[in-house]
């Protein structure tokens, strides 16, 4: 299986090269030629599996350079021992229809605990394999729980070092925590004055940089990403819904007319994640793109035109907030029939006006497979406590925003096949939101509310979170946007 760019597809790669790079050297993203199809026998072997045994069988059919050796190796160092219950991708089940796919039992209590427990397995891999024994430094850009994930998954990984960005009021008190208590000898956290676009923005200049990469080679060292612009993020994504749909046939789901998926959806990595699982042969009738109050994605899906040029809203799904959702790129790639000629001039289109319009066949194509749905921060407050009060389960502020959008589907479109709900965070990630959702009695302290949301819904909070009471910062330095690269070589030591 080869890997192309989005933006010239003449660019041809392994997939070890994929995910040692990133990215492509004129911007684009590497997709896979082709997406493997998952044959009946297929889908019985799988549904005899655990989710490590599903994990290596979806992988190798991706990484095709990977020996089985390799992939067990990266599987098992993943998947054991940091998800509760060794069950990264539990269902709850609410009502007859609604299956919540909760992917927040690991270490940092989000779903990118998934593909970023996983990720350093396989560019350690990988880069054995291509970039002859330099040193791999890790650029993160975070709107809160990337970084924290990407952190943990990279602590101590020998031959990495990792540098974490974040815009320094646009993540949650917690995440904050989280990030700059980080434990670990590679670690750098640095948080920077401007929203998570300016972040993602000025790490893609880096790391698209020749100078800085020539600069980094003398020194050693060589960069690559674990934002979800790297295949190695996508890849493990796919195999929590493949994984989904085993456990609702097991449960005995009637899915003879296939099932719906609603992702809350940022930067477009997870839903696209889904996508692919339904290409391999789950049977997905719609995805629905659930958006918050930056609703790009809504719009888009909508009318065909992607317009970045509006109000950027800070609100209480933080890691929504984005108005450039950089794996788009990957789907209207295939939706393009890979015309990566029209994906390059497009991606040119967003970076020098803020805007494109897809062509009419790109958009009917869009509107067939997916469902846009949108709602602000009242909606939202409003979607957790009904959903308390109804089944008696607490969500995130994300997870909830995929709920109304999925109440607006049903009350639009009268489909009511089972659904998968994915639930991306732990409700105590965002304790102060949540808890204000049921109540006016909201104490002071980040963790007053993390007891007090415990007490009030009889909900167990995460060890990841309890822990962090006694966590101290550790890191405190804040940056101008347009000093991202100093900060670079600062954390490196290089001129
Ligand atoms: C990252 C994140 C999202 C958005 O996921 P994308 O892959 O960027 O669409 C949603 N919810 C939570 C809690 C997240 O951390």
């Not at 791999?136 to 020998?158: M, N």
């Not at 920077?192 to 200049?205: L, P, R, T």
């Not at 890979?338 to 066949?361: H, M, R």
């Amino acid at each position: 299986m080869n890997y192309v760019s989005t933006r010239n597809n003449s660019v041809k790669v392994s997939a070890a090269y994929a995910i040692a790079h990133g990215i492509s050297a004129e911007g684009g993203l590497y997709v896979p030629e082709s997406i493997p199809a998952l044959t009946a026998d297929d889908f019985a072997a799988l549904s005899k599996l655990d989710y490590k045994g599903k994990a290596e069988f979806i992988l190798k059919k991706y990484l095709t350079d990977f020996t089985d050796a390799e992939i067990t190796h990266c599987v098992n160092g993943a998947y054991t021992g940091s998800f509760d219950d060794e069950k990264p991708a539990a269902i709850a089940q609410l009502g007859d229809k609604i299956n919540i796919l909760e992917l927040w039992h690991g270490p940092t209590c989000a779903f990118k605990d998934l593909a970023l427990q996983l990720l350093p397995y396989l560019l350690t891999t990988s880069t054995k394999k291509v970039a002859d024994g330099k040193k791999t430094v890790i650029l993160v850009a975070t709107s809160g729980d990337t970084g924290k994930a990407a952190l943990e998954g990279f602590k101590d990984v020998d031959g990495t070092e990792i540098i974490v960005f974040y815009p320094s009021e646009g993540v949650s008190p917690m995440q904050k925590l989280q990030m700059d208590s980080q434990k670990g000898n590679n670690v750098h956290v640095c948080a920077i004055k401007g929203n998570f676009d300016d972040a993602q923005s000025g790490v893609k200049a880096i790391f698209t940089d020749n100078e800085t990469k020539a600069t980094l080679a003398q020194n050693g060292m060589e960069f690559s990403s674990a934002n979800s612009i790297n295949w190695g993020r996508l890849v493990p994504q796919i195999i929590y819904y493949i994984s989904a749909y085993c456990d609702m046939l097991a449960k005995g789901d009637d899915l003879s007319n296939g099932f719906n998926i609603v992702v809350p959806t940022g930067n477009f990595g997870n839903i696209l994640a889904a996508y692919y699982a339904k290409e391999m042969g789950v049977p997905v009738n719609k995805l629905v793109c659930a958006s918050n109050a930056n609703k790009v994605l809504t719009d888009f899906i909508n009318t065909g035109v992607y317009d970045r040029n509006r109000n950027f809203y800070t609100t209480i799904s933080p890691s929504m907030d984005i108005l450039i959702s950089s794996n788009l790129e990957r789907m209207l790639y295939i939706l393009a029939d890979g015309d990566d000629k029209y994906i390059a001039d497009i991606q040119s289109q967003l970076a020098n006006d803020g805007k494109f319009t897809v062509k009419e066949s790109i958009l009917n194509k869009l509107q067939t497979l997916f469902y846009g749905a949108c709602c602000d921060d009242n909606g939202t407050l409003k979607t957790i406590k009904d959903t308390f009060d109804k089944y008696g389960y607490l969500c995130d502020t994300h997870t909830a925003v995929a709920v109304n959008a999925y109440e607006q589907y049903v009350a639009d479109t009268n489909d009511n096949r089972p659904v998968v709900i994915a639930s991306t965070a732990s409700p105590y990630k965002f304790a102060k939101s949540v808890i204000s959702a049921l109540t006016d009695q909201i104490p002071n302290s980040e963790f007053d509310t993390v007891d007090a949301l415990s007490g009030l819904t009889n909900t167990a909070v995460p060890t990841p979170i309890a822990e962090l009471k006694t966590a101290t910062a550790r890191f405190k330095d804040i940056y101008e946007k347009q000093d991202m690269y100093k900060a670079v070589c600062k954390c490196l030591d290089i001129k």
